[in-house]
DNA sequence: CCTCCACTGGAAGATCGGGAAG
DNA sequence: CTTCCCGATCTTCCAGTGGAGG
């Protein structure tokens, strides 16, 4: 059933592009300046999850590295690393630089200060989900440390430099500014195609399926994949020679209910429970949610600090809020 | 229409845990 | 050992806001 494992993962960057070309050309133009030693332009490349953007950033980079000799990339995800702290601690790794600086009692700027004496090649770097970087102004140190080419990739670019004031914020419009939009179906089929071919054995499963699946997947690579290796696994834990269309009917509210899962696993105690209050209601007022989450747990956190976390399951889209002041209620997300 | 107040989210400072220096 | 500094987490305080409910 299964050949290839690693095809399937979502992280896996195909050695060929099908698709968006003109992407993938402007991406390279922006960068171009680094095949000569010198320092590219910023990029910004937005648009909805699983359109292609972390995918078509890496691929880039990698055939810059294959074709430039003397360069440096790394890719940092800020969502992982949201802090100023460790995304500037992530950077200096990319060039070897972080080594004794496992103490956390370092001078509050001499991460930045190290990237700045840093005067080797051309360094590439990646910043994804740079929206839920919480210190923005890292960005702006960032972009003033010579030697560095910034790759920014953000769901949408609507608030995303309000923090920076006027004169910061608007050096970053000035950057080549990518859009990604939703896949369409044959767009996704293309992309599980290959996939299909090295991941699985031969006639496990054919077009017509992997139809089903970037239908339900509604232009989500990321979905598509993942419902791809759910259905794989399916199949074989069943001892099926074929994925049947049964298997993937199910195989994609399956994959998408993995994925949530994933985000609620690194919740903290207190956030599942607050999590839990929200699930089992279904819908909720703020008052009666902190009322609720105080009863469950000993020692309960604050009010404000149950706000904090609130908002990073918005961002992790585990939760849903509507409405506004008085009016906001809180969703569990279906 | 107006008022009120539940709710949000920024700011500042306290606390914690851990690693380094004295 | 103590002291100091760091990032991370959390609390306290509060200004601003706009929907609910007169």
Same mark, same amino acid.
């Given at each position: 059933m299964i050949q290839d494992a690693r095809v399937l993962q979502p992280e896996f960057v195909p050695r060929d592009i099908v698709h968006r070309t003109h992407e993938v050309n402007t991406l390279t133009a922006a960068l171009d300046p680094v095949t000569d030693g010198q320092q590219g332009e910023t990029s910004l490349l937005y648009g909805p999850s699983g359109s292609g953007k972390t995918c078509i950033a890496?691929?880039?980079?990698?055939q810059l590295r294959e074709?430039? #000799? $003397?360069i440096n990339t790394?890719?940092?995800?800020?969502?992982?690393d949201y802090s100023r702290f460790k995304?500037?601690?992530?950077?200096?790794?990319g060039v070897d630089r972080s080594l004794?600086?496992?103490r956390q009692s370092t001078p509050r700027d001499?991460?930045?200060e190290r990237l700045r004496e840093y005067d080797g090649p051309p360094y590439?770097?990646? #910043? $994804?989900?740079?929206?839920q970087l919480e210190d923005k102004t890292v960005l702006y140190e960032l972009y003033r440390t010579s030697g560095l080419t910034l790759v920014l990739i953000a769901n949408q670019t609507e608030n995303l430099f309000e923090p920076l004031n006027n004169r910061l914020a608007s050096r970053f419009r000035t950057a080549t500014r990518i859009n990604f939009d939703r896949y369409g179906i044959d767009e996704l089929v293309a992309i599980l195609e290959p996939r299909v071919r090295w991941g699985l054995d031969e006639g496990v499963i054919q077009t017509p399926q992997l139809e089903l699946i970037a239908n339900a997947a509604v232009g989500d690579a990321r979905v598509g994949i993942e419902s791809l290796r759910v259905a794989a696994r399916r199949a074989k834990h069943e001892g099926l020679e074929k994925i049947t269309d049964e298997i993937i009917r199910n195989a994609v509210p399956e994959a998408e209910s993995e994925i949530k899962q994933r985000n609620v696993d690194i919740l903290t105690e207190h956030q599942k429970v607050v999590y839990e209050v929200i699930t089992e209601h279904g819908e909720i007022t703020p008052s009666d949610l902190y009322e609720s989450y105080r009863e469950r747990v000993d020692d309960p956190k604050s009010n404000r600090m149950v706000r904090n976390y609130l908002k990073k399951m918005e961002n992790y889209n585990?939760?849903?809020?509507?409405?506004?002041?008085?009016?906001?209620?809180?969703h569990s997300v279906s």
């Open positions: 890496r691929y880039v980079t990698e074709t430039v #000799l $003397d790394q890719y940092v995800n800020c969502w992982e995304t500037l601690y992530r950077i200096l790794e004794d600086i496992h001499e991460l930045l590439v770097v990646i #910043l $994804d989900e740079v929206d585990l939760v849903r809020a509507e409405g506004h002041n008085r009016g906001r209620k809180y």
